[in-house]
């Protein structure tokens, strides 16, 4: 009777053990991520903000065109892991493009690299889906001004510039794991006020590529893994608190009330800090309002230009008392929230300052990056009036009940 037992319990352990193993490494391969290689083209619409670009060039034709191409690599969290769980469809990663202009001579053949995330919006049907993507990055190659070899080119003063692009995109899954992805491109172009001129590029036009998911899973596993809606999981809403120091560096232009106007010669330093509550609605949106305190070294300047008249390198300026550099306003921000990534836009109101200046209504676009749950770095661009740039925020930031 005990032989066949042991008998008994040894055939149980063969069939048994396989079972177990199998079920071990394909929880191991779950939690492994799906990666993601993908290449597009980019040909778009030159918005004419600039004389340069309307044909006030040496080459005498407008800068109407442009045309781009992206290879990118990124990855998925594992369906295994809880951010993969969460954020099924989300893709982070990191890309690289060649763009041209058309006109190599004034404006060169600038290289970009960049961070990009792109996730579902909407599924429309099992193949079809409108998806987003962002990409954050510099360029460079930039042919910039010069008052002797290119004097025409007044939208372009520094080699290097931060490259921003946001599109919405048709995702057709025309096999499992491949997609063939097509949509509208906006770009941005410029250096932040870092270096004079900074008119910019700005474009909007098509994008159409193709992408292809592979590692962990194959053949119908990764059809699921592409189409699946995700975890539902309780989510708590609640109050978290983000605090930035940022930092950067910014030419002025000033502008006399008694001569001409001109460049003042060097650059300028910025700093600021942000105190921002967010009531966190959902795994994907938070948002409240942000108490912004900027200083601003070179703010109210053509107040003080000494001896007054006209501004040139030369010239020089009185320092501006403390109150005129420093300006403290009120920002309505609303934040989306991805693995890693989450973008923050923001529209407020300086309330105290002194100077016209620092009498602002001030936009903010910016991207954190989790370093840890609660720590991040901070890449972000302030407008003024929607279009007139005032300084990049770099720096870094602690989130404080984050859950």
Known sequence: MNKHLITLSAAAAMLLCPMSLSAERADSLSRKPVHMIGGDVRPAYVFP???FLKGDNAAGTA??????AHLKYGFKFGRGTRLGRLYPHAVQGVGVSYNTFFNNEEIGSPVAVYI??????ASLSRELSLDYEWNFGASFGWKKYDEDTNPHNTVVGSSVNAYMSLGLVLDWRIAPGTSLRAGLTATHCSNGNTAYPNAGINTLGGTIGIARTFGNATGDDKERIYTSAGVREPFKRHVSYDIVAYWAMRKRAVYPPDGDPG?????FAVAGINFTPLYNFSKYLRAGLSLDMQYDESANLSNHVAGGGSVDENTKFYHQPFIERISLGLSARVEFVMPIFSID???GRNLVYKGGDTDSFYQILALKADVTRNFFLH???????FKDPNNLMLGVGVRLNAK
């Open 49 to 51: 903000t600039h004389g």
């Open 63 to 68: 800068v109407g065109t442009a045309f781009s």
């Open 116 to 121: 990009f995330q792109t996730s579902r919006i």
């Open 263 to 267: 460049m003042a010669s060097g650059a």
């Open 345 to 347: 836009v923001g529209v």
């Open 379 to 385: 890449v972000g661009y302030e407008l003024n009036k």
